[in-house]
C-alpha cells in the first residue's frame, strides 16, 4: 500500500511504528513490510506511546500497515529458545509469579486498548494477513474496512497459547460466542466476504480503493459534531452492558448533556 502520510512530518517513528497528524485525523502506520508488519514487544509499546502522544484535536485515528499484508502476527523469533535481544523470552515470562506474568501481559495490551477511547473513532485499514496478534489489533479498533484480499486467522489456540491481546471481547461481540469459538480453536481464515457478512468488516474493496475508502470513511466520520460523536459512541459502547431500561436512562442523560451545550453555545 502507498502511505497516504508519508508527506507529514511523523510525531512518532520508531520500532515499526509512524504516527502523523494532519488537524482531527491521525494516521497509524506499521511500517516494517519485509516482515509483513510482525509484532514484539518493542512495536507494542510504539503503539502505546502513539496513543499518548494523540493531540486534542484529534477525531479519527487510522491504522495501516505498510506492504502486502497488515500484519502477520508475533516476530518468530519470540518463539524461539533466545527470543529477541532485550526482551523477555515465553519462558522468562513463564518463570515470573503471577503477580510479575499479569502485569507483563497488561502492560503488552495497552498497545490494544486505547482505540476505543470515546474521545476518538478508529479505523484500522487491512489488507492480506492479519493474524493473530494482526487480528487483535484490527479488532481493537472501531471500524475495519479491509481489502478483497483479507485474511483473518486467530493462531494462537494452535500454538497452545490463548489470545491474550485484548481481541477475544470484540470477537465475540462481532460474530457471537460459537463463532468466534470455531475461529479461533480451527485457526481457520477469513476472507473479505465473510467478514462483511459476519460483521467483522464494515466495507470490503478491491485492495487498489482501500486507501481511498478509508479517506471516504474518515471525512463522514468528521463531518458529524464532535460532541455528538463522543456521546453517541458512549452510549454505543456501554449498551452491551446495560439492562433496556438502564439504556433508555442513559440515552436521556446524554441527550440533556447534548440539549445544554447547545442552548449554552446558541446553536
Same mark, same amino acid.
Given at each position: !500500500?502507498?502511505?497516504?502520510?508519508?508527506?507529514?512530518?511523523?510525531?512518532?517513528?520508531?520500532?515499526?511504528?509512524?504516527?502523523?497528524?494532519?488537524?482531527?485525523?491521525?494516521?497509524?502506520?506499521?511500517?516494517?513490510?519485509?516482515?509483513?508488519?510482525? =509484532?514484539?514487544?518493542?512495536?507494542? +509499546?510504539?503503539?502505546?506511546?502513539?496513543?499518548?502522544?494523540?493531540? #486534542?484535536?484529534?477525531?479519527?485515528?487510522?491504522?495501516?500497515?505498510?506492504?502486502? *499484508?497488515? *500484519?502477520?502476527?508475533?516476530? +518468530? =523469533?519470540?518463539?524461539?529458545?533466545?527470543?529477541?535481544?532485550?526482551?523477555?523470552?515465553?519462558?522468562?515470562?513463564?518463570?515470573?509469579?503471577?503477580?510479575?506474568?499479569?502485569? *507483563?501481559?497488561?502492560?503488552?495490551?495497552?498497545?490494544?486498548?486505547?482505540? +476505543? +477511547?470515546?474521545?476518538?473513532?478508529?479505523?484500522?485499514?487491512? =489488507?492480506?494477513?492479519?493474524?493473530?496478534? #494482526? $487480528?487483535?489489533?484490527?479488532?481493537?479498533?472501531?471500524?475495519?474496512?479491509?481489502?478483497?484480499?483479507?485474511?483473518?486467522? !486467530?493462531?494462537?489456540?494452535?500454538?497452545?497459547?490463548?489470545?491474550?491481546?485484548? #481481541?477475544?471481547?470484540?470477537?465475540?461481540?462481532?460474530?457471537?460466542?460459537?463463532?468466534?469459538?470455531?475461529?479461533?480453536?480451527?485457526?481457520? $481464515?477469513?476472507?473479505?466476504?465473510?467478514?462483511?457478512?459476519?460483521?467483522?468488516?464494515?466495507?470490503?474493496?478491491?485492495?487498489?480503493?482501500?486507501?481511498?475508502?478509508?479517506?471516504?470513511?474518515?471525512?463522514?466520520?468528521?463531518?458529524?459534531?464532535?460532541?455528538?460523536?463522543?456521546?453517541?459512541?458512549?452510549?454505543?459502547?456501554?449498551?452491551?452492558?446495560?439492562?433496556?431500561?438502564?439504556?433508555?436512562?442513559?440515552?436521556?442523560?446524554? =441527550?440533556?448533556?447534548?440539549?445544554?451545550?447547545?442552548?449554552?453555545?446558541?446553536?
Amino acid at each position: !500500500m502507498a502511505s497516504p502520510d508519508q508527506d507529514l512530518a511523523p510525531v512518532l517513528d520508531k520500532d515499526g511504528v509512524r504516527l502523523t497528524v494532519d488537524d482531527a485525523l491521525a494516521t497509524v502506520t506499521l511500517t516494517n513490510p519485509a516482515k509483513r508488519n510482525a =509484532q514484539s514487544p518493542a512495536l507494542w +509499546r510504539a503503539l502505546a506511546e502513539a496513543g499518548r502522544l494523540l493531540p #486534542g484535536s484529534v477525531r479519527v485515528v487510522v491504522l495501516r500497515g505498510e506492504g502486502k *499484508s497488515f *500484519s502477520a502476527g508475533l516476530d +518468530r =523469533q519470540m518463539f524461539t529458545l533466545e527470543g529477541i535481544p532485550g526482551e523477555p523470552t515465553f519462558t522468562d515470562l513463564a518463570r515470573r509469579d503471577d503477580a510479575g506474568l499479569d502485569a *507483563s501481559i497488561a502492560e503488552f495490551q495497552e498497545a490494544f486498548t486505547w482505540w +476505543r +477511547r470515546n474521545d476518538i473513532v478508529s479505523v484500522a485499514a487491512v =489488507q492480506g494477513h492479519a493474524i493473530g496478534a #494482526g $487480528f487483535q489489533l484490527a479488532l481493537a479498533c472501531d471500524l475495519r474496512v479491509v481489502a478483497d484480499d483479507v485474511q483473518f486467522a !486467530m493462531r494462537e489456540t494452535a500454538l497452545g497459547i490463548v489470545p491474550d491481546l485484548t #481481541g477475544t471481547h470484540p470477537l465475540v461481540n462481532l460474530v457471537g460466542y460459537a463463532r468466534a469459538l470455531e475461529i479461533c480453536v480451527t485457526g481457520r $481464515f477469513v476472507g473479505a466476504e465473510e467478514a462483511v457478512a459476519s460483521g467483522l468488516a464494515n466495507l470490503a474493496v478491491p485492495g487498489g480503493e482501500l486507501d481511498g475508502a478509508v479517506r471516504d470513511l474518515s471525512a463522514a466520520l468528521l463531518a458529524a459534531p464532535r460532541d455528538a460523536v463522543v456521546e453517541t459512541k458512549a452510549l454505543l459502547r456501554g449498551a452491551a452492558g446495560r439492562t433496556y431500561d438502564e439504556q433508555r436512562a442513559a440515552e436521556r442523560a446524554a =441527550q440533556a448533556r447534548r440539549l445544554r451545550d447547545l442552548a449554552g453555545t446558541g446553536e
